[in-house]
């Protein structure tokens, strides 16, 4: 909203906007803010914005030999692990390597979002025309859906680290 005044004053200043349309404008975005119940959702909706590029994951035929490669080749930590998931660690992002025994391919990709709120993510995919993919986890973390040409996205908070092991108490799958 601070944007959106210093704009108006901006533009007040240069005289593309009149006194009467600056105090308009101002006086019902005022109202506005102390009346929340009358702003609409998607006004009050977070911006899920992406701001980072939490994590890749890819699938692999030796989950071993993959990760092991990784660790030496670009330095990468192994940040947690399962008997068949790696996530080693690349800054504050992180890169997953799931065994699978098929041919090597891209398992799916994580955005974080600015402003992190699963029920207003899932109102967004869905106005989209698009569902939450079976095995997502259910719980207001992390969820993922599958894009418009069928790729795997993943959306979470920016700094989302993953988990590999069982699904904490009190989280459903």
Do not use: C
């Not at 959702?41 to 914005?49: E, N, V």
């Amino acid at each position: 909203m601070q944007i959106l005044i210093e704009k108006m004053l901006n533009d007040f200043e240069r005289g593309t906007l009149s006194r009467r349309q600056l105090a308009a404008t101002l006086t019902g975005m005022a109202a506005a803010a102390a009346m929340p119940s009358l702003v609409t959702p998607a006004l009050a909706a977070p911006s899920l914005k992406a701001i980072t590029l939490n994590h890749v994951t890819v699938r692999v035929p030796n989950l071993q030999k993959t990760s092991k490669f990784y660790q030496e080749f670009f330095g990468m930590k192994l940040a947690q692990q399962s008997e068949t998931i790696h996530i080693l660690s690349v800054g504050e992002s992180f890169f997953g390597i799931e065994q699978k025994p098929d041919v090597a391919a891209l398992d799916h990709f994580d955005f974080g979002l600015e402003g992190w709120d699963a029920k207003a993510m899932r109102a967004k995919v869905a106005a989209h025309g698009l569902s939450i993919t079976a095995g997502s986890r259910g719980d207001d973390e992390s969820f993922k859906f599958n894009d418009p040409d069928g790729f795997v996205v993943q959306v979470n908070a920016p700094k989302y680290t993953g988990h590999v092991g069982p699904i904490p108490a009190g989280k459903k799958m």
